[in-house]
């Protein structure tokens, strides 16, 4: 399947600082998704961008899509402690069935 | 986790036996996923279903088995085919191919069913 691969695997950072998670693809997409993951549970949706959109914020959040390079990125700028998870990219290939594709993940730990 | 229910929250498979997963939905969508997870993994899809009495297989299907009968419920059965059942089931929900806009590419996810083998 034509999944994301993120980059890096884990993430360690000290509370207050940003933290840069990556996703690269191979195929062309309709949409990418990023959601997250706590330990031990299901995952939440935390926001989508469309092929045709270049750059989106919610709250803290802020991604990146570069089609041309089939990649993404997330920005959770002033992190907190709550923010420690596994974070997922998720996309839609162009033509598809409309099925989601997940990449392996981000462990992202902020320390106090 | 939403208006998603799975359960149970562990479940534990003796050698040959048939297990049962619950997944239930008070969101009104119309489509209904099942995932699996390995340690330090990504989800891989194992059966999705875009209405009521409809499923189809996904990436990793053989070994398991679903029912759509109700809308609100989508169960899977790992079935004693499946040689390496250890893994986190997660039951997701969203709204139908029919649905305007971007609603329908999100999903909604279960706490999940940590699936043990004795």
């Known amino acids: 399947s034509q999944q994301g691969e993120e980059d890096p695997q884990a993430l360690s950072i000290q509370e207050g600082e940003n933290a840069t998670m990556n996703c690269s693809y191979k195929t062309s997409i309709n949409n990418l998704q990023w959601y997250r993951q706590n330990s031990g549970r299901g995952l939440v949706h935390l926001i989508l961008?469309?092929?045709?959109?270049r750059e989106k914020h919610s709250g803290r959040l802020r991604v990146t899509l570069d089609t041309s390079k089939k990649s993404s990125s997330l920005l959770i700028t002033a992190s907190r402690a709550a923010d420690t998870a596994s974070y997922f990219c998720a996309l839609i290939s162009s033509g598809s069935a409309r099925q989601l594709t997940f990449g392996s993940g981000t462990q992202l730990t902020v320390l106090p | 986790d939403g208006g998603i229910t799975q359960s149970p929250k562990y479940l534990f498979r003796k050698e040959g036996q048939n297990v049962t997963l619950s997944c239930e939905q008070n969101l009104n969508h119309d489509a209904m996923y099942w995932y699996r997870q390995d340690p330090g993994q990504g989800l891989r899809l194992i059966y999705y279903s875009q209405i009521v009495n409809d499923f189809q297989k996904g990436d990793i299907a053989e070994g398991y088995s679903v029912s759509r009968e109700k809308k609100e419920s989508f169960p899977l059965t790992v079935t004693s085919a499946q040689k390496n059942p250890t893994a986190f089931y997660l039951c997701a929900s969203s709204w139908g191919k029919g649905t305007g806009g971007l609603r329908k590419n999100i999903q909604y996810f279960g706490a999940g069913t940590r699936l043990s083998v004795l």
């Open positions: 961008i469309r092929s045709n959109e």
